[in-house]
């Protein structure tokens, strides 16, 4: 990179550069947010690298929000800006990030309403035909519910991952962790595992597996679970992320331990779990009161 350079290419050898250390998915997410900006820049006669500033910058993402791009794309779009620059800078192309000065736009609060514990205890509880394929989706479900996994950990998982009593995963940034499987999940992967080799090959990894033995895609499981949710009656959508936000809340409601629950979802911090659990601050604030040395007002004092 050099301050002669055009904008494309040097996005090119950005990331060609990322994907030495980001995951696949953050490099496509990223080569989508900046070949956009590419185009904008070039209708805009724009095509030297050293020419981004930050009135650019804040017209291409003004340009996005007028079009109808979500508060959570135009944040990935400014991230993936602002990452560039940095890396810009880093090559002395730019003396400073143009991009830090703009503000990340603001998130809504989308969470998904956790399922009532006993509408999932039925649906969990359902009983299907016992082949194959019943056995592998009824093991899923489990597994998604007692280890609060996300759809990528689960598609990932490979025999060798799998314990007696434990799962472990790949989690966000390359970050492993250690599961524990309740008793129920354990019941379920044993019956699949009895019959998962009747559909595939010793030489294949996966745990999960379908019809023609590879593993099974992320939107083949979202598809089971969809499926899943009206053959059973479920009277709401299912989706992955909320049989995991499902599994925080019910643990969290149980347990009141957020570290632990934290730690079960691999959260790097803890404001992440507090948002995705859905505190309830009301309890939090009793809980306050009543243990807290210096909470209460002396009798005494008015």
């Avoid at 040097?10 to 990223?30: C, E, F, K, M, R």
């Avoid at 990030?97 to 999932?120: E, I």
């Avoid at 354990?186 to 009747?198: D, F, I, K, M, V």
């Amino acid at each position: 990179m050099d301050s002669d350079s055009l904008l494309a290419d040097t996005v090119t050898d950005y990331l060609a550069q990322l994907a030495n250390h980001a995951s696949p998915a953050t490099v496509a997410a990223y080569r989508q947010d900046l070949l956009a900006f590419c185009q904008f820049a070039e209708q805009r006669g724009v095509t030297q690298a050293s020419a981004l500033d930050t009135a650019l910058a804040r017209a291409f993402l003004g340009a996005e929000r007028s079009r109808g791009l979500a508060p959570r794309s135009l944040a990935r779009r400014r991230a993936a800006l602002s990452r560039f620059a940095d890396a810009l800078v880093q090559h002395r192309v730019l003396a400073d990030n143009p991009v830090s000065l703009l503000r990340t736009p603001k998130q809504p609060s989308h969470l998904p309403r956790p399922l009532d514990v006993d509408a999932l205890a039925r649906f969990l509880d359902t009983p299907h035909d016992g082949s194959p394929l019943a056995l592998r989706d009824q093991a899923m479900l489990e597994l998604f519910y007692s280890s609060g996994l996300r759809l990528a950990e689960l598609a990932a998982l490979d025999m060798s991952h799998l314990t007696a009593n434990h799962v472990r995963v790949m989690g966000k940034g390359g970050k492993p962790r250690q599961v524990p499987v309740g008793r129920r999940a354990q019941q379920a992967l044993e019956a699949w595992l009895t019959c998962r080799a009747s559909l595939t090959a010793s030489a294949e990894t996966a745990l999960f597996v379908g019809q023609r033995g590879q593993r099974l895609g992320h939107r083949a499981i979202q598809k089971r679970l969809a499926q899943l949710s009206v053959v059973r009656g479920l009277p709401e959508h299912l989706h992955p992320h909320r049989l995991r936000h499902s599994f925080a809340s019910h643990l969290l409601e149980s347990s009141q331990d957020l570290r632990a629950v934290q730690e079960l979802l691999g959260h790097a911090n803890l404001s992440t779990t507090q948002v995705y659990t859905r505190l309830d601050w009301q309890h939090l604030a009793e809980s306050y009161d009543a243990a807290h040395p210096r909470a209460k007002r002396r009798p005494s004092e008015s």
